[in-house]
Every structure is written in structure tokens, then in C-alpha cells.
């Protein structure tokens, strides 16, 4: 009988090689790699592009309603866009600024 | 006699700490206690009973009970309150997981975490659901949190008893599909296991998927692995719920960051056998019933321990009669005299 003690060890020593992870299976782990974003990502992140499919009902059958937000957001899309828009230019400057900085405590 | 309002950020249908405070309204009721339910921000299909933080009516004597796990704004107000606090801190998942699959919910996490100390000095008493909960309260200047462990109703889990269906094990996932829950280790582990062992087995995951794009990257993977038979079911109803843990061979949780896991309770109940991850709160609520994975094992120690699980027979007898033990740990009416604990020590 194996107890529950045991089945770890056990298993530890039945365990055959798992395939490498694949590109999908990297990214999971890539972005939890670290608590500070890497500079590209920074860069990604700063312009700022909402994907309107992220806008959905989350309840059952709410298609109808998903369909009605997605439709709010095209008519609002004049609005939103300039938002995007200024704000992406305030964080392509301060990044710009920080990357400034960077370089010069480098100096 | 004073009663008690409960508020928490966000409420909504299948969270787990508006179970909390429905949870703690029948008890309170009970002892002719209840105040209100409230919520910063209340979801469309939240339970019934649950008003706007700004509809919240309390006498001075009164105390205003806190769930928090998380920063809602418009919480502020709640520190602008005359009234007496108790805290229950469920605790906050680290931004880090949610930064590139959800900005939004990252920002509640790193604000959350940062107004904790804010919340502590608001409160004549805190406590934690778990010991590693009431840490996370001392590190935030509580000076005597208490542990009140999460009230699990097993009734809540009411079936009509449909039987299982004889076709291939299945390995059930309990809880939000998100980033911290680590879903990509658990295709893996499942695949190298439906590979090795079980061809005909099955993957459920019962839980509300974090969002569109986090689930379309599930299903990637599940391609990319070559896994067969994976089923992202979102969120049961209880008795749904209550059926999957009846169908299921074992449970499995990889998560990297649990402040309790109330499935793992709901698992015992359900005399289902836990493999899981031993991270944050959960092995002082698994103890000796869990075959547990440490962080160093690789996913194929997972895989092989979902063979065991679900092929030796004595195993599984064992692990479900210790279960039942470390859920009688938890019965609800022991929780109920930690909660009383806690509104005494507040009220005080």
C-alpha cells in the first residue's frame, strides 16, 4: 500500500522527462518572470490599445448585452481613441524621460 | 444590541468572499446580530440582499465588518466611518500574475495590498482566514490578528446525486481560472498524464476563466500539449458543482497562491482525493490529507501522482478518510465561535 507519505517519493521516482514546454507554454511562464517588466514590454504596454473584444457580459446568455457594449464602444469610438491617444502620448514621455535618466546615471 | 454590517469591495455571484458574508448574515441573523450587506461595486447577477456601500444606515454602537481582498475605489469611505471595524482580510493575489493578462484586476491587487496597513489602523480587530493570512496582517502592523477560518456549508453542494459516468477518470479544477491558479501547469501535468496512463481521461476545470483572451491561450496550449478531453465548464452552479465533485477521480490545484482554498474543504466533503501544491494557506488547511507537490517538482511528479491517486485503491481510502478529519477541523459550528471571537474583541 502506498501512503500518502510515501506517493510523493514515489512518484518522484516514476516521473518520466515531461516534453520542453512549447512556445504557448513559454509565454505563460515569461510573463510571470519577474515583478519589473522587461524594457520591451514596458515599451508594449505604454501605448495603450484596447482590444475591444475584452469588452463582454460575463453573464450566461449575455450575448445580447456583449453585443450592445461592443456597439456603445463604436459610437463612442471618437472619444475613446482621443483617450488612448493622450494618454499613450504622457507614457511615451514618461518613459522616454526614464529611459533619459537610465542613461545618464550610466554616464 | 449592536448589530453587524458587513462590506466588501466587489460582490458578485460567484465570488467567494460574498459566500463569506451570506455565510456570515445566517449566522449573525441568528443571533440577532444582522445589519446590512454591502458593496462598493455590486456585479449584475450578485445575490439578492447585498445594497450600495452608500445605502449603509448604522447606529454609532454599531460595527461595520470588512471582508477585504482587495481595493475597490470608492473604499475610502469606509475609514470615514464613526462606527467600530472588524477586519477579515481573505487575502490579495500579488499584481505580478495579472499585470499582462489583466491590468485592471492587477491595479486592485497593488493598491489593495498597499491601502492593507490603512484598513489594519482602522480596525479595533483583524483577523485572517488562515495563519498565513493573519501573518500577512501582522507584517501590515495588526498587532493580535485571530485566525476565523472560511464558514464551508457543505449543504451549499446539494445534488440530486446523478451517478458518475463510467468514462475515463476525471480530474476536476475547482476555482477562477487565472494566472496565479498556474491552469497552464495543470493542461501540462494532464496531458503527460492522459499520455503516460489514462488515454481516456478527462480535464474539468469549474470556474469563471479570467477573461476571452486568457482563455483562447488556454486552448492554445491545450492544442500545443496535445491534450484531449479538457473542458473549461466557467462558473457551476452549486449543484453542479456539487455533481462534479461527486463524478470526479481527484482534484487537482497547481495554484501558486492560496490565502485558504475553499476547495480543498468542499474535496473533503465530497470524500474526493487532493493532489495540490503546498503555497500560502493550504497546509494548514490540507494537513496530512493532501498528497502535496512542492514548487521544486516538475510536472511529471504531478502527472504520476494523478496515477496514484487514482488507481490505488488504498490510497484513496486513506486520503478521504483523513479528509473527513481535517474537515470536521472546519465544521461550520467552530467557525461560528471564531467569528463570535472576533465581534466580541471588536465590539469590546
Known sequence: MTTPEDAADRARAAAEPAPPPGDVARSFERDLAGESPPDELLQEWAVISVDPELVYSSRRGGAPLTFMKRALLRLMRQY????????TRFNLAVLGRLRELERRRGE | MTRVHQVTGAA???DAVTGQMLAYADLLGGWGRAGGMHAVRI???APAGIAPLAELAAGPDDLVLIHYSGWIAGMGALLELPQRKALVYHNITPAKYFWSVHPAVAVICEVGRDKLPVLVEAASATAGVSSYNAG????????????VPILADPARLAHDGAAAEDDGPLV??????APHKRPDLVIRAFAQYQRLHAPGARLLFAGAVQNPPYQARLEQLVDEVGAKRVRLAGALEDDELGRAYAQASVMLS???????????LEAFYADLPVIARACGGMPEVGGDAVLWVEDGD???VAAELLHLAVTDGDLRTELVRRGRLRAQEFAPDRVAEAVRGLIDAASA
Open chain 1, 80 to 87: 475613446t481613441a482621443e483617450f488612448e491617444a493622450q494618454q
Open chain 2, 12 to 14: 458578485g455571484r460567484h
Open chain 2, 43 to 45: 456585479g449584475p447577477a
Open chain 2, 136 to 147: 500577512e496582517l501582522r507584517a501590515a502592523g495588526a498587532p493580535d490578528p485571530q485566525v
Open chain 2, 172 to 177: 476536476l479544477v475547482v476555482g477562477r481560472v
Open chain 2, 254 to 264: 497547481l495554484s501558486e497562491h492560496e490565502g485558504f482554498c475553499i476547495p480543498l
Open chain 2, 298 to 300: 516538475d510536472i511529471a
